[in-house]
């Protein structure tokens, strides 16, 4: 393996990375001194920077979100190839929880070791929890959210362009044999048609990946053959390099300690102050067990949070629920954020001896602390094991069976949000074991359609980057929304 270039301001590529087993370049140490402190493989400063950036673009969901990241760490930077990407896409779609932020925290830990997966992770739901915080407050307040939700229905349509293009980029690089565009498929048709729970798609998916890996080895390869881009450019972090922050059960240890102690501490803390039946210890006991099933995306543990929300606590209406994933579906970072609006709205109705808002500012960020502080410790924990098992072939194949399923994954929940953003109203018809949800053609809501199309050619024919996108489709959406309130 040849080393990596130097391309602009980024220094060279330290101690953090060594060649895959078999593969030392000539200048490598033979040593352990590669395992020695660890060196940021780009400025700090730069990934900073790069991270708000992302997370001022994170609309519409897992989907949405991925693609943004594929566009801009990927496609634009080339800070990492696209193997490794689909490599951690594969690893973080296993875990409980938004895999597309645990996503970031795993490629800053890549880029940046620990403080750039904090980083990653914070920023990437930093402008959502703000953003669903005011909406909250002004839903609680006033109920009328018209402005606010005209200018982010214009975001709605725009994601549908984004997702369309991840499913493209990403299904072309990841199908590279008919035999993982036909796992690709069943995985959407599981998920759109027969309704299949997630993990059993991601499951069967390993096992096929696996056997497929096993018995039809030719199947095994992406689309994209190099990690070079068709300009030539290489990734600064290469396919084939690893990791050195070697695994150890000692690092295990600490960072589920650390983990531990930073979910532990402030809901011991809201325990001891408020009580074992107060709004705030139900709502971080509940909240915290959520985070530790969310297999499967937001939408698979949505009707769970729903029920028990407004049937057992009676923290919503039942009606509430849907506005809140609303706004949710309209905000930057990851969809289980309407967690944070459940909580909000159910803690000022239920606000104990405190003042109702201080309360509800209160729920919503201990509820926001405890969904996200597992995601931290699942990469931090994992992260160094699944990089040493990158070359084991079995696991390898397995995790190109999973990354195959993502690309249906990502077009299931194109399709999903197309037709609750294109369309009022779906029916769902049963045809035996098949359930199909098809839109109501009468409810077409033709202003979505019109931002949809205008954004799939702003990116897709005049290559407009996405935040641009997505300020001229807000725009839009705030433009119809005073018309329509005009008539009104």
Request: charged share 10%; with cysteine; proline share 7%.
């Amino acid at each position: 393996m040849s080393t990596p270039r130097r391309t602009g301001r980024h220094p060279p590529l330290g101690p953090t990375w060594a060649a895959a087993p078999g593969r030392l370049p000539a200048d490598a140490p033979s040593s352990p001194a590669t395992t020695g402190a660890q060196r940021d493989v780009i400025p700090f400063r730069d990934a900073v920077r790069a991270w708000f950036a992302i997370s001022l673009q994170t609309f519409g969901g897992p989907a949405g979100q991925i693609a943004v990241m594929q566009r801009t760490l990927v496609d634009e930077k080339r800070w990492i190839g696209q193997k490794r990407f689909l490599h951690a896409l594969s690893y973080c779609t296993l875990l409980p929880g938004p895999e597309a932020q645990q996503l970031a925290i795993y490629v800053g830990w890549l880029l940046n070791g620990v403080r750039g997966g904090l980083v990653a992770g914070i920023l990437f739901v930093l402008p959502g929890v703000a953003a669903l915080l005011a909406l909250s407050a002004l839903y609680v307040a006033a109920g009328n959210t018209l402005l606010v939700t005209a200018l982010f229905a214009g975001l709605a349509p725009a994601v549908l362009a984004i997702v369309a293009q991840a499913v493209v980029r990403v299904g072309g690089r990841a199908l590279g044999h008919p035999a993982l565009v036909a796992l690709a498929v069943a995985a959407f048709a599981a998920l759109a048609v027969f309704t299949v729970p997630f993990p059993l798609v991601v499951a069967a998916a390993a096992g096929i990946g696996w056997a497929l890996g096993r018995w039809a080895p030719h199947t095994m390869h992406t689309a994209v053959g190099h990690d070079a881009d068709p300009a030539g450019r290489a990734p600064l972090i290469p396919d084939d390099a690893l990791h050195t922050e070697a695994p150890s059960r000692t690092h295990a240890v600490k960072v589920l300690a650390v983990g531990v102690a930073a979910w532990g501490v402030p809901v011991g803390a809201v325990v001891a102050l408020t009580g074992g039946g107060s709004v705030f210890t139900h709502q971080a006991l509940f909240f915290s067990g959520a985070a530790l099933v969310t297999f499967g995306g937001a939408y698979a543990v949505l009707a769970y949070v729903a029920q028990k929300a407004v049937e057992v606590y009676g923290w919503l209406a039942p009606g509430e629920m849907v506005r809140g994933l609303a706004l949710a579906e309209t905000t930057p970072g990851p969809l289980i954020m309407v967690v944070q609006f459940v909580a909000f709205v159910g803690a000022y109705r239920h606000p104990g001896a405190l003042d109702p808002w201080a309360a509800a500012v209160l729920a919503a960020l201990l509820t926001t602390w405890v969904t996200f502080v597992p995601c931290f410790v699942f990469v931090f924990v994992g992260a160094p094991w699944v990089e040493r098992l990158r070359g084991n072939r079995a696991l390898s194949s397995a995790l190109t069976g999973i990354t195959a399923a993502v690309v249906g994954v990502i077009a299931n929940l194109a399709v999903f949000f197309a037709l609750h953003t294109l369309f009022a109203s779906t029916t769902t018809r049963t045809f035996g074991l098949a359930r199909l949800e098809v839109p109501d053609l009468g409810t077409v809501r033709p202003v979505a359609v019109g931002i949809a199309l205008t954004a799939a050619v702003l990116l897709f024919r005049l290559k407009w980057p996405v935040l641009r996108t997505l300020g001229v489709c807000a725009a839009l959406g705030l433009a119809a929304g005073l018309v329509v309130r005009a008539l009104a």
